[in-house]
């Protein structure tokens, strides 16, 4: 599938429950992938789109100060044209590269994710995984493409903040 992106947020705890840290995160970013989530066809950057997510996380105080595994649930919108049926791309005005339609969905994923503290502003994200689904608003471009589809993620970055709790 070969999917790349880059992704960027900011996240803020503001509130401790014993061994929890709730707190805000707001994430955005865009991706590439060479397989379509609605056919079999493929090529390079044959998906592409954009998102922007906002949820709560809550990290967990572990015995090893260093480590700090978190959890969260977040909801937006993804603009993208993973759900496109590229077989029924026509070339336009002679062009023999095929137009691109993007639809608007509402995104929502769960992740689950470790970081590392490395120095006291900066931490390694070890990890993140996510899983969850986009669901087309309105009608789409008109080509009947998929109206739901599966979105998971595997990340990995680093990590720049305050210092703080």
Same mark, same amino acid.
């Given at each position: 599938?070969?999917?790349?992106?880059?992704? @960027?947020?900011?996240?803020?705890?503001?509130?401790? %429950?014993?061994?929890?840290?709730? @707190?805000?995160?707001?994430? *955005?970013?865009?991706?590439?992938?060479?397989?379509?989530? #609605?056919?079999?066809?493929? @090529?390079?950057?044959?998906?592409?789109?954009?998102?922007?997510?906002?949820?709560?996380? $809550? =990290?967990?105080?572990?015995?090893?100060?260093?480590?700090? !595994? %978190?959890?969260?649930?977040? #909801? +937006?919108?993804?603009?993208?044209?993973? =759900?496109?049926?590229?077989?029924?791309?026509? !070339?336009?005005?002679?062009?023999?590269?095929?137009?691109?339609?993007?639809? @608007?969905?509402?995104?929502?994923? *769960?992740?689950?994710?470790?970081?590392?503290?490395?120095?006291?502003?900066?931490? &390694?994200?070890?990890?993140? &995984? +996510?899983?969850?689904?986009?669901?087309?608003?309105?009608? +789409?471009? $008109?080509? $009947?493409?998929?109206?739901?589809?599966?979105?998971?993620?595997? +990340?990995?970055?680093?990590?720049?903040? &305050? !210092?703080?709790?």
């Amino acid at each position: 599938m070969n999917p790349t992106g880059l992704s @960027g947020g900011v996240f803020y705890d503001f509130k401790s %429950y014993g061994r929890i840290r709730l @707190g805000v995160d707001v994430r *955005g970013g865009n991706f590439h992938a060479n397989k379509s989530a #609605a056919t079999s066809a493929g @090529g390079s950057s044959i998906t592409s789109g954009n998102y922007f997510l906002a949820g709560v996380r $809550g =990290t967990i105080r572990t015995p090893i100060s260093w480590l700090k !595994p %978190y959890a969260q649930v977040s #909801a +937006g919108y993804s603009h993208n044209d993973a =759900t496109e049926p590229i077989n029924a791309f026509s !070339p336009v005005n002679g062009s023999s590269t095929p137009p691109r339609y993007y639809d @608007g969905f509402v995104q929502y994923e *769960g992740f689950i994710g470790a970081d590392i503290k490395v120095l006291p502003m900066i931490d &390694l994200r070890a990890i993140e &995984l +996510g899983i969850g689904n986009m669901n087309r608003l309105g009608t +789409g471009s $008109g080509l $009947g493409g998929t109206a739901s589809v599966g979105v998971r993620s595997i +990340g990995a970055g680093v990590v720049f903040h &305050l !210092p703080g709790k």
